[in-house]
């Protein structure tokens, strides 16, 4: 066998192993901190950073496409919600008011 | 020197001028540039006259980076003739050095431009954003010397996890080899390993050993040994099909001064190869997450903070999508949730004779899809079936109930619905989140701490979930998710499945939820 000829296979993810438990191969309280105590409230802290990831999206394309999921994904009342969200919450310039109108 | 006129007819002492240099020393141009010295004397002067040289002239040069900087031809050649080319070399060398990670050789800066967009040129908010000791205050930055330690450490104990029985053989045999190199005994014990951490001498010496230096880049595919002491190392990553393709590796750590336990934050971004027919070239995509972070060091409520801390990684470095091979306990049915198998990387891992039963390339999607979760997630899918439902039918006592269980999760689940949905599996028709679905509704199997199956009725019974969440735990599978803002979006709209995000806004600001009118 030579070195150059060891097959060297894919290591797993190793996300929140506490390091104290060795041997041990998961941690659950990990992904439990990760969700926090309010793990809807945590949810929507990450959406909410999402909106502001939208708010430098500058691509129409992107922008279409992703309206056009939601028209898919959620319902009619949802749709009407998020998109008075956006209308708010986006910068003047921003290419979803221009794109809103035709999305009516 | 000062002016002496002599008032004889002597010689008059001239002030030495300084005359500035006819001629450079390459060997010493670079080292320059990667030791971020601007004023160099070598350097501005290649700089001035660069243009002016001849082929015959460059050729050395071009050999010198080729075979000392270990540079491509092509890189090289480019370095010659484009001034804004080299200004873009030599800008990464300083922000590298800037931030206290030197760069080796000048392949480095050519991994690095092959890798990135110019954009991302600054390796700062990389080395922030994944430091431990900045996220969590009482963590203390690693020394270089037990920071290396670690990192060897760290790979020798993955060895049993990423070399078959034989290979993890002829691993210790040369580790054997070079310890008695170094003059210490070799037996496979921390205590041998400690003793040579314990001795500096003998450390360099074994660090400069040949075959260490190849079994390390062996195992690390394509790491080099003498980065060890780097946060970040940009190395030639020989991929799953035999080609070579350029990769970072970022690895931060920081240790609990009481405690002792060190946290690390680490993962590889790589680009992959082109695919046919796609002009976007190929993506780059982050990898190979580790992530520890000490219990003691972590606030209750700050996990969320952590994450999207991280995740503003994405828009710095244009992080396109991401793969996780997954093969922890809890955290596989929250990734079967947000995204399906990755079918053609794990098509690459199929056993030999899978791959001549497909026949040759190009594969047929369905095809592999079947194969893929036949070879590779049923097995193991259906021997944790079979634990969980016993798990659970041992447990009832009462016979009624015992039989009522045994006819729900034995003649209904497994022999009707788990039938059907592995007929649909192997037809390459069955979806990672279809598959870990079996059985929602009834939580009757439970978890230990660990995520680990136990009797239903035992102590250790911390936490429940249906068949299938059981079932698909240490499963070893790959998945992938995009991470532009879009896609994300389709994340959470599956985390949320059914309930729209609105719910999940207004539960983080009751004010913005006013503001919104919500």
């Known amino acids: ?104 | 020197m000062k002016m002496q006129e002599k008032v004889t007819g002597q010689e008059v002492v001239v002030p030495q001028i300084h005359k500035p240099k006819t001629s450079f020393e390459f060997t010493n141009v670079v080292e320059a540039i990667k030791s971020g010295e601007k004023k160099n004397e070598d350097l501005e002067l290649f700089d001035k006259i660069e243009s002016l040289l001849s082929p015959e002239q460059r050729q050395p040069m071009i050999d010198y980076m080729v075979q000392q900087e270990r540079c491509t031809n092509k890189f090289a050649e480019h370095f010659f003739s484009e001034k804004k080319f080299r200004k873009r070399v030599m800008s990464l060398n300083e922000n590298f050095l800037k931030h206290g990670e030197k760069m080796l050789r000048l392949e480095e800066a050519e991994i690095w431009i092959d890798l990135m967009e110019a954009g991302s040129d600054d390796i700062g908010p990389l080395l922030d954003t994944t430091d431990p000791t900045k996220q969590f205050k009482q963590l203390k930055p690693l020394d270089k010397k037990t920071m290396q330690q670690n990192r060897l450490f760290d790979l020798k104990n993955r060895i049993p996890d990423i070399l078959g029985v034989e290979e993890e053989q002829f691993v210790h045999s040369v580790f054997k080899q070079n310890f008695h190199e170094v003059g210490l005994p070799y037996s496979k014990k921390n205590e041998d390993w400690l003793a040579l951490f314990n001795d500096p001498e003998r450390m360099d010496a074994f660090l400069s050993l040949d075959s260490i230096n190849e079994l390390y880049e062996q195992l690390t595919k394509g790491q080099q040994l003498d980065a060890l002491a780097r946060r970040v190392q940009l190395f030639w990553k020989t991929n799953e099909t035999g080609q070579r393709i350029p990769a970072m590796h970022v690895q931060n750590m920081a240790e609990n001064p009481d405690t002792k336990y060190v946290s690390e934050i680490g993962f590889v971004i790589e680009k992959e190869p082109a695919k046919e027919n796609d002009p976007k070239g190929g993506r780059r995509l982050l990898k190979d997450l580790l992530v520890i972070v000490d219990k003691e060091a972590r606030g209750s409520s700050d996990g969320a903070n952590f994450l999207l801390g991280n995740l503003k990684l994405i828009k710095k470095y244009q992080l396109e999508e991401a793969e996780f091979v997954a093969n922890i306990k809890i955290g596989s049915y929250v990734w079967a949730r947000i995204s399906d198998v990755d079918i053609p990387t794990m098509a690459e891992k199929l056993p030999g004779k899978t791959k001549t039963e497909l026949g040759p390339k190009p594969w047929n999607e369905k095809e592999i899809r079947g194969m893929v979760f036949r070879d590779m997630i049923l097995p193991t899918f259906e021997k944790n079936l079979v634990k969980a439902i016993h798990s659970v039918i041992s447990s009832i006592h009462n016979p009624e109930k015992k039989k009522e269980m045994q006819t729900n999760l034995v003649e209904n689940l497994m022999n009707n619905q788990y039938s059907k949905l592995k007929e649909r599996a192997l037809a390459g028709d069955l979806t990672m989140e279809e598959l870990v679905d079996l059985g929602k509704g009834l939580n009757v199997c439970k978890f230990d701490e660990e995520g680990d199956i136990v009797q239903a009725d035992s102590p250790n019974a911390t936490h429940q979930g249906h068949l299938g969440k059981a079932a698909i735990m240490g499963v070893t599978w790959t998945a992938r998710l995009k991470l532009d803002t879009r896609s994300l979006f389709g994340v959470v709209d599956k985390l949320t499945k059914g309930s729209g995000f609105i719910p999940f806004i207004k539960r983080v600001n009751q004010k913005l939820g006013l503001a919104l009118s919500l």
């Open chain 1, 1 to 104: 066998m030579k070195i150059k000829d060891l097959k060297v296979k894919s290591v797993p993810c190793q996300i929140g192993l506490d390091p104290a438990d060795q041997g041990k191969r998961n941690d659950k309280s990990f992904y439990e901190w990760i969700a926090g105590e309010d793990p809807d409230k945590s949810t929507g802290t990450f959406v909410m950073w999402l909106i502001e990831s939208l708010a430098e999206e500058k691509s129409k394309t992107q922008i279409n496409l992703l309206i056009s999921d939601w028209k898919n994904s959620c319902s009619a009342d949802e749709f009407k919600i998020r998109m008075s969200i956006l209308n708010k919450l986006m910068p003047k310039d921003h290419p979803f008011h221009q794109i809103k109108k035709i999305k009516k």
